[in-house]
């Protein structure tokens, strides 16, 4: 069975510092890979996506991230950070020929002046 | 493209009554999805359509859960015999086609008395 693990539960860091949110999935054949940003109260905004093509990715507000094979990751960077990414970001994974989306426990990033 | 509706926002209710939650997804979108979602978890897949057909269900998904999609458009997701259990944000997503990005509401919170 597909599972995702994010392996930091809170990342805390310094406005304008560059940041980094981890992610391995587990599975033997092709995926998709997303991230998604919460903020309070809200719903999912996708981030950005990996559907197949190049490995780096590239989406909203400055964020890209890496597909990595060999790894199985999907980390997320940001070169700066902004007060106002303090959000929870969660991984999600789906196979070819799937429809549900299995997601992480997600990363609550703090980002302190 | 007016985003995924969620109504209500937040629903109170007492142990043991019924609730029902509906979700308007993009109006080109042609699959809706169900998710729920604990404090401190990432969502979990409950249920999916493709137009009007109900094609997956989760094992999350009890008798006392049931969910529709009339026709093809909006969809309701009822609970029955609520349960402290029950408490958690019930999310709906759309795309428009398999291995695409879902796009989310904002959520129903339910919290029961």
């Known amino acids: 069975a597909q599972s995702v693990t994010q392996l930091d539960s809170q990342v805390p860091v310094f406005e304008e510092a560059p940041v980094e949110l981890r992610c391995n999935y587990s599975s033997s054949v092709s995926v998709y890979l997303f991230w998604y940003v919460q903020y309070p109260n809200q719903g999912l905004q996708l981030l950005l996506k990996y559907l197949s093509g190049s490995t780096l990715v590239k989406g909203i507000n400055g964020f890209e991230a890496e597909f990595n094979k060999s790894q199985t990751s999907f980390h997320l960077r940001k070169p700066s950070v902004h007060i106002s990414d303090t959000a929870e970001y969660f991984c999600?994974?789906?196979?070819?020929?799937?429809?549900?989306?299995?997601f992480g426990a997600g990363t609550r990033l703090a980002v302190h002046p | 493209d007016t985003g995924v509706s969620q109504d209500p926002r937040h629903k109170i209710t007492k142990r043991g009554q019924n609730v029902t939650f509906r979700c308007d997804p993009i109006s080109e979108h042609n699959r809706l999805y169900w998710y729920r979602q604990t404090l401190g978890q990432g969502p979990e897949f409950l249920t999916y359509?493709?137009?009007?057909?109900?094609?997956?269900k989760s094992r999350l998904l009890s008798d006392r859960f049931s969910a529709e999609r009339p026709k093809g458009s909006f969809s309701t997701l009822e609970i029955q015999r609520t349960e402290q259990g029950d408490s958690a944000m019930y999310l709906c997503?759309?795309?428009?086609?398999?291995?695409?990005?879902?796009?989310f509401g904002d959520g129903t919170r339910l919290s029961i008395l």
């Open positions: 359509f493709q137009n009007e057909a109900q094609l997956e």
């Open positions: 999600a994974v789906t196979q070819s020929g799937y429809n549900k989306l299995i």
């Open positions: 997503a759309s795309s428009w086609g398999q291995n695409q990005p879902q796009h």
